[in-house]
């Protein structure tokens, strides 16, 4: 989202944002309109790695389109009145594959990763994603781009376009059977722009278990503020939807809704929510008082059958357990186990020990393994 001269230009990548979380995309604009007034939770650590490793993903995949396709167009980036030039010239040239085509569409503008010349001789879009299997949202974005090529090459719409995943397979849809969904999320996107206040009371309440991205905190803080049933744990949204209906809004209610009748929500799973949302409002009261008092907590009773839940089903501990774990690092092609960890009580200090197999590629990944097992059996 950005404004050029004065107006607003959107991206597809805006639509996926709207599609998580309206309140996401409603803070993104407030924070173009007015970006002394809110600032954006900061970039994590973790979010910085994937992006690299997204970038490193999308070189890759060119150095394998360049050395494959030596007609091969790259429109430069910075001037974009140059760079839709030279994209509509690459296309006219019927060049096999157009990195970063500039494409436009009404309010809507971005560059696409890859357009290729599919095996009948039509363009097709397609963009490269590290994950391992294609995911809803990224029908949306692909959709906004075919639309947007169709538009700035006055062509007809591509019948097709395609994802290169992390792992280099390549998956293929038909525009076609999502392009009416696109259409009604873009829609609806471009209503709650047209509709924007600038005023933080008329933003769209967070969903609970969005992804709000860079507006994480400010949604918590909104949840924190009305004392959502968002903060109950392990409610659901479905839960939260028909206490909402029954006039209960936030945890304190829910705390003191022992009894009551709610429609479709069944009486033994209304008392459950009703205890925790109980327990976390007394320890905000203890916590007013003292910041450092322990979280209340009811231990259950066993049931009916006296049958062992939870950590009461574990077996009686013996000195050969091992407590085993695994740490895997998902940004790489079919991912890697890169540490196997195993704590053990030595049988005389009672002390904690930790044995671990590291691994930094596939083959240590293996030997990594077979170390394990190998020790375990000894063991």
């Keep these: 989202m950005k404004k050029h001269s004065g107006r607003l230009v959107y991206s597809p990548s805006d639509l996926i944002r709207y599609l998580a979380s309206p309140f996401a995309s409603w803070m993104d604009r407030y924070y173009l309109e007015h970006p002394e007034a809110a600032v954006p939770d900061e970039q994590t650590e973790d979010q910085k790695l994937i992006a690299e490793t997204g970038n490193r993903h999308e070189l890759a995949v060119l150095s394998d389109f ?19 030039e030279k994209t509509l010239a690459a296309v006219k040239a019927k ?29 097709q879009v397609w963009d490269t ?57 873009k829609n609806s996107f471009l209503a709650m722009q047209a509709g924007f206040t600038g005023n933080l009371d008329d933003r769209p309440e967070p969903l609970p278990r969005a992804d709000h991205g860079r507006w994480t905190s400010h949604a918590e803080e909104f949840f924190h503020e ?42 033994e799973s209304l008392e459950k929510l009703v205890a925790q949302a109980r327990l976390q409002s007394q320890t905000i ?8 008092a322990p979280a209340r907590y009811e231990v259950l009773a066993p049931g009916n059958d006296y049958d062992p839940v939870g950590l009461a089903a574990l077996p009686p501990d013996h000195p050969a357990d091992v407590f085993f774990d695994m740490e895997g690092y998902p940004l790489t092609a079919g991912g890697l186990e890169y540490l196997f960890g195993a704590t053990t009580i030595d049988p005389v200090t009672k002390a904690l020990e930790f044995s671990d197999w590291w691994a930094h590629d596939r083959d240590e990944e293996k030997a990594a393994f077979e170390g394990f097992i190998d020790w375990a059996f000894e063991r």
């Design 226 to 267: 009305r004392d959502h049933l968002a903060r109950v744990a392990g409610i659901s949204v479905g839960q939260i939807k028909k206490l909402n209906a029954a006039g209960i809004t936030t945890v304190a209610e829910l705390a003191a809704a022992s009894g009551r009748s709610v429609r479709k929500l069944a009486a």
């Design 66 to 84: 360049k050395s494959s396709a030596p007609g091969l167009v790259e429109i430069p980036r910075g001037d974009i009145a140059d760079a839709r």
């Design 95 to 123: 060049a096999p594959i157009i990195y970063q085509a500039a494409l436009e569409d009404g309010q809507f503008a971005g560059s696409a990763d890859f357009i290729i010349v599919d095996a009948a001789d039509q363009y």
């Design 129 to 185: 994603k590290l994950a391992r299997s294609p995911k809803p949202y990224y029908a949306v974005q692909l959709c906004c781009y075919s639309e947007m090529f169709a538009a700035a090459t006055r062509r007809a719409m591509p019948g097709k376009f395609g994802i290169i995943l992390g792992t280099k397979d390549r998956v293929e849809f038909r525009v076609e059977d999502f392009i009416h969904y696109y259409r009604h999320i």
């Design 285 to 292: 009261a203890d916590r007013l008082k003292d910041p450092d």
